[in-house]
């Protein structure tokens, strides 16, 4: 079993549609959870990170964790043809701060 | 506020050689992590330095080192080099407190052909 998994993909998704990335993660230590971005040729870029069980809202896009399923996921309402890319989820555990374990990401694709 | 720089974006290298990539963070980051990233396995870490230590470590043969100076800009090399290390490297730098990791910021990377 991976450390960290994600849907397999690809997800396309019409403009202005709720784009729903998911990941599991099997340490039940892991202490803090990321979502990035990586467009195509690009290095990956930071979008949320979130500490708590609940929802995060930054603009269009919200993060849920809910550590008893261990699993958290991105929301991307309104999704713009801009939002095409890899989404990476990655979690560090409690005892190691400093090391991020990435999935494999899901590719999103939206369609004008 | 300047972001992580990294060189050189581009190398091409034979079998059997060794390099070094170069990594400067943002500033005030202490924390630097190396990652690489290949189509098929994706991002794996290699290592982390905090204040000139080597903090954490993947799972990565002794070929592949770092190390980290004290104005917080990071090296890692590669020895030894084999067709498989062909990868993109990324530096990613963070402010890690006593919440953790805040989330990295990478740099462009090192895209390393080995031939």
């Known amino acids: 079993q991976k450390e960290v998994e994600q849907n397999s993909g690809p997800l396309s998704v019409p403009e202005g549609a709720i784009a729903s990335l998911n990941c599991t993660y099997s340490d039940r230590g892991s202490q803090s959870f990321f979502w990035y971005r990586q467009y195509s040729g690009k290095s990956p870029e930071l979008i949320m990170f979130?500490?708590?069980?609940g929802d995060k809202e930054d603009g269009r896009f919200t993060a849920q964790l809910n550590k008893a399923s261990q699993y958290v996921s991105l929301l991307i309402r309104d999704s713009q043809p801009s939002d095409s890319a890899t989404y990476l989820c990655?979690?560090?555990?409690?005892?190691?701060?400093?090391?991020?374990?990435f999935g494999d990401g899901t590719t999103l694709t939206v369609k004008p | 506020k300047a972001g992580v720089t990294q060189t050189p974006r581009y190398l091409i290298k034979t079998r059997g050689q060794q390099v070094t990539l170069s990594c400067s963070p943002i500033?005030?980051?202490?924390?630097v992590s190396w990652y690489q990233q290949t189509p098929g396995q994706g991002l794996q870490f290699l290592f982390e330095y905090f204040s000139e230590t080597q903090r954490n470590k993947g799972n990565f043969p002794g070929r592949f080192s770092g190390r980290q100076f004290s104005n917080s800009r990071s090296e890692m090399n590669v020895s030894t080099l084999e067709l498989g290390d062909s990868a993109l490297y990324l530096c990613a730098s963070s402010a890690t407190g006593t919440g953790g990791n805040y989330g990295y910021t990478f740099g462009s990377g090192t895209r390393l052909t080995v031939v």
């Open positions: 500033s005030g980051h202490r924390s």
């Open positions: 990655a979690v560090n555990a409690r005892t190691n701060a400093g090391k991020s374990t």
């Open positions: 979130i500490y708590s069980n």
